[in-house]
T-cell receptor, first 112, second 115 residues
């Protein structure tokens, strides 16, 4: 079962910030939020993850609401190469290890 | 290059054929995964192996048979598939350590078409 919901598609102007929302209202206290992206014909690529604090790395920033029911991935200066499907994922801890549950993703198109 | 290699990249097979998908990871990870990606659907987790032991089988039909001979190699054996099994099959690996920074590393996938 997908534990996240995302808008199916978004557009963003090149050079502008892309803000991709995700709802994960049933997330539990020990479950992390991950973001991956998938460019056509390739496997998904890791972007960033977090538990409850905001996170930033060289690719993006992750803003998680205080109640942890939603988050936003921010690409600060979108380029044409950022056109991809972006997946918001909840990592669930089980007795046998961690499970990563993908949603349907948001198809981001960066427009010149 | 993610360190996870899948072969073949493309595969066309008839419903009576038997074929195998191969995945190899060069990252020293101890867990490997098979995911199925059909058009317009989320990635579906099929199988998980931790330390070569299968720990997850998400109600996958028996016409899909996984094999994990060691922690670096994972196979998916296919037989008597149906056209609806046509999809992108993705392999992933991770280092399970119980910490906070476990990440999945994916291969490029095998695009399977069943005729």
């Amino acid at each position: 079962d997908a534990k996240t919901t995302q808008p199916p598609s978004m557009d963003c102007a090149e050079g502008r910030a892309a803000n991709l929302p995700c709802n994960h209202s049933t997330i539990s206290g020990n479950e992390y939020v991950y973001w991956y992206r998938q460019i056509h014909s390739q496997g998904p690529q890791y972007i960033i993850h977090g538990l409850k604090n905001n996170e930033t790395n060289e690719m993006a920033s992750l803003i998680i609401t205080e109640d942890r029911k939603s988050s936003t991935l921010i690409l600060p200066h979108a380029t044409l190469r950022d056109t991809a499907v972006y997946y918001c994922i909840v990592r669930v801890v089980t007795d046998t290890g961690n499970q990563f549950y993908f949603g349907t993703g948001t198809s981001l198109t960066v427009i010149p | 290059e993610t360190g996870v290699t899948q072969t073949p990249r493309h595969l066309v097979m008839g419903m009576t054929n038997k074929k195998s998908l191969k995945c190899e990871q060069h990252l020293g990870h101890n867990a490997m995964y098979w995911y199925k990606q059909s058009a317009k659907k989320p990635l579906e987790l099929m199988f998980v192996y931790n330390f070569k032991e299968q720990t997850e089988n998400n109600s996958v039909p028996s016409r899909f048979s996984p094999e994990c001979p060691n922690s670096s190699h994972l196979f998916l054996h296919l037989h008597t598939l149906q056209p609806e099994d046509s999809a992108l099959y993705l392999c992933a690996s991770s280092q399970v350590r119980g910490g906070t920074n476990e990440k999945l590393f994916f291969g490029s996938g095998t695009q399977l078409s069943v005729l």
